[in-house]
């Protein structure tokens, strides 16, 4: 008979074997707050124009080399529970406005070391997170007042540009301007009066080759795919799209032929032939012109499609399909028949072009409101056009969050110092102990501009001194200037370095709500791990999208 071995008391003899408990503010609170310090201190020095890049392999192998927090984060599969708190509050703010997801992680790491001088110091957690809440408040009451301008017109491709273009810096520093106006125009271009913006309508194709100065904005839509048949380009298109193989029909029920001499063998495939070009006549009869499909061409149809002088495109993506129904208004066919008037999409041009040494088709319309527009993006390497992408998809959501509230804040450091110069007055009209975490919570905004200046190479200490200088004397438009000697300032108004107000708005409070939720974390109990097999290593069987 096994000897019965006791456990010992307390709280592992309720729990299984293996089991880990952790509590208390030393095992529990104190843990927690250093996996989230060592979270934000890695993404801290991405931050910025001046923010260094990481390089970040996956476990797929696939190497990502890039400044943008939302990525590294996804790519770095976080194991943490309360790292992954602060990591849930950057993907939601990537959700909700698109940009702003480093600064989460910035301000929500200092929120978090600042807590641990206080709980250090005596206060007790519930005491910190009540001044918290109340400051974080405040904070959002201040906000507005900080607004310097809103934008008049986003139907302007000019005062698009400008808006976009501190976005964009962050990610491409140096090639922002260029960036800034090549996005602004897909964005105004797809942008309707009725003023819902959809981001997904802006689409972008990579192609390898050339420089960053290469890449151009097209109305309509380009693949990366070969034209099928002989009829390369075609003006005025009338367009069918298949959503089956260009093929001829294969019967429901399987049947048995029984064939008893030469002639009719000849007939009967003969018979199949006649069949093909009726539907390809038939098609072309009905006005078409282009023929798009989402399945294999067969060489017959091919052949017949070449004699009637329709152009064949082959498209493996659903998606691909799906989007281009929606630009050039066309009804995708499930089976191989003629379409009607009203199913046939239109476009001014479909063409097979050379970028560099990729074939791509491209659907064009002349028209300026087109329903989707492509920004092509060429570069040397994958890694940059990857990261030259980040940078389309951050302006873009820019626009989206403009077009949704038109306010901006200044940018580089400025909102931060002001927000951080009135949240400490307001900490010491508080009576409570609580005034001490509120003061803490005006200190954290000033990582922001100090992680601006380090990554610049200026001192931190040096830039605040001077930015709480200049914003005492109501200069509230003043922050760092990355371009100057050292820690200078200026004003960011007129240097057109804005944010949008939602931005921040989000920003400061999901950073908040985030810091908040590690803090009240005071028990950590882990069950065994679930046994079984472990998943494979390494790519043995995948395929290359996996």
Request: charged share 25%; glycine share 8%.
């Amino acid at each position: 008979m096994a000897l019965h071995v006791p456990k010992a008391p307390g709280f592992a003899q309720m729990l299984k074997d293996g089991a880990r408990h952790y509590s208390g503010l030393e095992e529990a609170v104190f843990r927690n707050i250093r996996a989230c310090k060592e979270l934000s201190q890695t993404t801290r020095t991405a931050y910025g124009p001046n923010g260094m890049n990481k390089m970040v392999i996956n476990h797929l192998e696939k190497l990502f080399v890039t400044n943008d927090a939302a990525t590294i984060l996804r790519e770095l599969e976080v194991q943490h529970p309360a790292a992954k708190m602060v990591v849930m509050a950057s993907h939601m703010q990537e959700q909700e406005v698109g940009d702003g997801t480093n600064f989460v992680l910035v301000f929500a790491g200092a929120l978090l070391e600042l807590a641990e001088e206080l709980l250090r110091m005596g206060l007790s957690v519930s005491e910190v997170i009540e001044g918290y809440e109340k400051a974080c408040k405040k904070a959002l009451e201040i906000l507005p007042d900080c607004v310097c301008s809103s934008a008049k017109n986003l139907h302007d491709v000019n005062e698009a540009t400008a808006l976009i273009r501190t976005a964009v810096m962050s990610k491409q520093y140096g090639n922002e301007d260029f960036l800034a106006n090549l996005i602004a125009q897909a964005c105004v271009s797809i942008f309707p009066e009725s003023g819902n913006f959809n981001v997904d309508n802006v689409r972008v194709c990579k192609i390898l080759g050339c420089g960053i100065t290469a890449s151009s904005m097209l109305h309509g839509m380009v693949f990366k795919k070969e034209a099928e048949g002989d009829i390369v380009s075609v003006k005025d298109a009338k367009i069918v799209v298949f959503s089956c193989p260009f093929d001829c029909m294969v019967t429901e029920t399987k049947g048995t032929v029984l064939i008893n001499n030469a002639q009719e063998l000849m007939s009967f495939s003969k018979g199949e032939e006649d069949m093909m070009e009726a539907q390809v006549k038939a098609i072309k009869e009905a006005g078409a012109n282009v023929v798009v499909t989402g399945g294999k061409v067969a060489d017959m149809a091919l052949h017949y499609a070449n004699k009637y002088k329709l152009m064949v495109v082959r498209l493996n993506s659903k998606w691909d399909l799906r989007r281009l129904c929606k630009t050039v208004g066309a009804v995708a066919l499930p089976r191989l028949t003629a379409p009607t008037p009203e199913e046939i999409g239109r476009c001014d041009s479909v063409y097979l072009t050379e970028v560099g040494d990729t074939q791509v088709v491209v659907f064009k319309h002349e028209k300026e409101d087109g329903a989707i527009s492509t920004v092509v993006i060429r570069g040397s390497t994958d890694n940059l056009m990857d990261d030259i992408e980040r940078a389309v998809d951050d302006g873009v959501n820019t626009f989206k969050v403009l077009v949704r509230d038109k306010r901006l804040v200044p940018g580089a450091g400025a909102t931060e110092i002001e927000l951080a110069k009135q949240i400490t007055s307001y900490g010491e009209s508080c009576p409570g102990l609580e005034q001490y975490a509120i003061k803490k919570f005006a200190e954290a905004f000033e990582s922001v501009p100090r992680a601006l200046a380090e990554n610049s190479g200026a001192k931190g200490s040096e830039l605040i001194s001077k930015l709480y200088a200049t914003h005492h004397e109501g200069n509230k438009n003043m922050g760092f200037d990355i371009e100057g000697d050292g820690p200078s300032v200026k004003d960011m108004f007129e240097a057109g370095i804005l944010d949008p107000y939602l931005v921040k708005y989000w920003g400061i409070k999901l950073a908040t709500n985030a810091a908040i939720t590690v803090l009240r974390v005071d028990q950590i109990i882990m069950a065994k791990a679930a046994g079984g097999p472990k998943a494979p290593q390494g790519k043995k069987d995948f395929d290359e999208d996996d």
